[in-house]
């Protein structure tokens, strides 16, 4: 019996040290130091990592080559002393215009996989990139094109919507509600857009900040309709994540894709500050 226990007390180990992990997945995600401000030309700093835990720096930065910010008015803005370290990146944006800016990290890439000799292959890319690094005829061949878009808002003064514009590009949130309008015990209506287009029957997952300090994930789930609109009660003031996706999971059986017509997911993500009432 003791020699059984011997053998077992590893594997009980093994176990315990998995199944917390299992129950956290990485997120990536843009946390402003403020998302409503006022006063001539303030400022906002953004952290920009990927976590275990909501708003935790804990595992790796967020790369800020796809950083974008948009004016009130729709143009292009700056973004200042940008700095990447071991947990975390970090930008600064001056608000030199009244209105509310939208400011996002997008990524739009190639992904290939395939076999040489037994031995598995990847690489990614462009189209052209890619066209040159793989060989001809290469077996079990896999082409997906991975396109993601984090996003926050941020108002200086009266809100606006000229910056929230989608740009018909991969998944996309079109705010209903403004979204520095948002407070506890209210409704916000939001659409998701695929390509510019409704993006029907995706969920949204809706996660409040503090996950490092309660037992449950607090996770809100809703669906998008035939508009793809979707609402969301905010149960008490915070921080929140809303992540959704659209198109293949990872491993899912289907088409293996081509250079001319990869196998596409999308997903999104949008930090939102939910104010007391």
């Known amino acids: 019996?003791?020699?059984?226990?011997?053998?077992?007390?590893?594997?009980?180990?093994?176990?315990?040290?998995?199944?917390?992990?299992?129950?956290?997945?990485?997120?990536?995600?843009?946390?402003?130091?403020?998302?409503?401000?006022?006063?001539?030309?303030?400022?906002?700093?953004?952290?920009?990592?990927?976590?275990?835990?909501?708003?935790?720096?804990d595992h790796n930065p967020v790369k800020l080559d796809g950083l974008q910010v948009f004016a009130p008015d729709?143009?292009?803005?700056?973004?200042?002393?940008?700095?990447?370290?071991?947990?975390?990146?970090?930008?600064?944006?001056?608000?030199?215009?009244?209105?509310t800016y939208k400011l996002a990290v997008v990524n739009d890439q190639l992904m290939a996989s395939w076999t040489v000799d037994g031995e598995n292959k990847r690489a990614r890319g462009t189209a052209e990139s890619l066209a040159k690094e793989i060989p001809a005829n290469a077996p079990d061949?896999?082409?997906?094109?991975?396109?993601?878009?984090?996003?926050?808002?941020?108002?200086?003064?009266?809100?606006?919507?000229?910056?929230?514009?989608?740009?018909?590009?991969?998944?996309?949130?079109?705010?209903?509600?403004?979204?520095?309008?948002?407070?506890?015990?209210?409704?916000?209506?939001?659409?998701?857009?695929?390509d510019g287009k409704p993006a029907a029957g995706v969920e949204v997952t809706v996660i409040p900040g503090g996950v490092r300090y309660r037992d449950q994930l607090g996770d809100i789930k809703v669906s998008t309709d035939a508009d793809g609109k979707f609402t969301v009660q905010w149960p008490a003031p915070g921080m929140y994540w809303l992540t959704a996706s659209h198109g293949a999971a990872p491993g899912a059986a289907g088409p293996s894709g081509t250079l001319d017509k990869p196998v596409r997911r999308a997903g999104y993500s949008a930090t939102l500050e939910v104010l007391p009432q």
């Open 1 to 57: 019996m003791t020699s059984l226990l011997s053998r077992l007390a590893p594997i009980a180990l093994a176990l315990a040290a998995v199944l917390p992990l299992s129950a956290h997945a990485h997120r990536s995600w843009l946390l402003p130091s403020a998302t409503v401000l006022s006063g001539n030309e303030p400022w906002v700093t953004v952290d920009a990592a990927v976590s275990n835990d909501l708003f935790f720096f």
């Open 141 to 194: 061949l896999k082409i997906t094109r991975n396109q993601s878009r984090m996003e926050v808002f941020v108002t200086s003064g009266k809100p606006s919507d000229k910056a929230l514009a989608p740009t018909n590009q991969g998944l996309e949130l079109v705010p209903i509600t403004h979204p520095n309008d948002l407070v506890a015990g209210g409704q916000a209506s939001f659409r998701l857009l695929m």
């Open 74 to 99: 729709g143009s292009k803005a700056t973004p200042e002393n940008l700095n990447t370290g071991k947990y975390r990146s970090t930008f600064d944006l001056k608000l030199a215009h009244k209105g």
